[in-house]
Structures are given as structure tokens and as C-alpha cells.
């Protein structure tokens, strides 16, 4: 069993950063592949990001590629997310997910383990 726990949303301006992070607890970290998704109000939950227990390998929606960062710290257990630029439309609320393996996949149906997200709400 995996435990996930998001922090660091909030609100900001449009054209701001927000930085998420994820700390995760329970079966060993580093054999996991994580995940970022998001649900705006209204809509479907989708990908952002994943990141293979490397940190070598990422994958990226390309609505949010060349603007947000993901990272993580095996030896923490923390997998961040680096928001930049950020526009009215990446309001949704965050959620941190895990799935066992090396395959960046980015189907929901794909992610065993799921936070129970974080707001982030960006104004005009």
C-alpha cells in the first residue's frame, strides 16, 4: 500500500509559479512511477505529468510541456511539481498518483494509488 499526500496549492495570478509537491509513504518509492493529473470544475480528470523512478524519464500533457516541471527525491520520498507561466485554464484541483513499473503511462485506469488532491486557482 502506498499513501500519497499533495501540498503547496493555493491561488496566484496568471503568469505566476506554484510548486506541488507530493510525499509519499508505505511499499518502497523509488519502484514507482509517478504521476500528476488534474480536474478542472466540469471536466474529465486528466494527465499532466510522470515521472519514471529514475527521474530520468518524463512525460508531459503537451498543454502544460515547456511550462511545468517534474522532479523527485527517492530518498525523501517527494515527487514535485515546478508550475510556471501558469494560465487561467490550469485551475483544477491536483492529484498525485503512483503505479508500480517503469511505464509512463497516462491513463488514469493505469495508476493504482491516488491523493486526495490539492486546489490551485489562477486568477486574472
Known amino acids: 500500500q502506498v499513501q500519497l499526500a499533495e501540498s503547496g496549492g493555493g491561488l496566484v495570478q496568471a503568469g505566476g509559479s506554484l510548486k506541488l509537491s507530493c510525499a509519499a509513504s508505505g511499499r518502497t518509492f523509488s519502484n514507482y512511477v509517478m504521476g500528476w493529473f488534474r480536474q478542472a470544475p466540469g471536466k474529465e480528470r486528466e494527465f499532466v505529468a510522470a515521472?519514471?523512478?529514475?527521474?530520468?524519464?518524463?512525460a508531459y500533457a503537451d498543454s502544460v510541456k515547456g511550462r511545468f516541471t517534474i522532479s523527485r527525491d527517492n530518498a525523501q520520498n517527494t515527487v514535485n511539481l515546478q508550475m510556471n507561466s501558469l494560465k487561467l485554464e490550469d485551475t483544477a484541483v491536483y492529484y498525485c498518483?503512483?503505479?508500480?513499473?517503469?511505464?509512463?503511462?497516462?491513463?488514469?485506469?493505469?495508476?493504482?494509488?491516488w491523493g486526495q488532491g490539492t486546489q490551485v486557482t489562477v486568477s486574472s
Open positions: 498518483a503512483a503505479r508500480s513499473g517503469s511505464l509512463l503511462y497516462r491513463q488514469l485506469g493505469q495508476y493504482n494509488y
Open positions: 515521472i519514471r523512478w529514475s527521474g530520468r524519464d518524463t
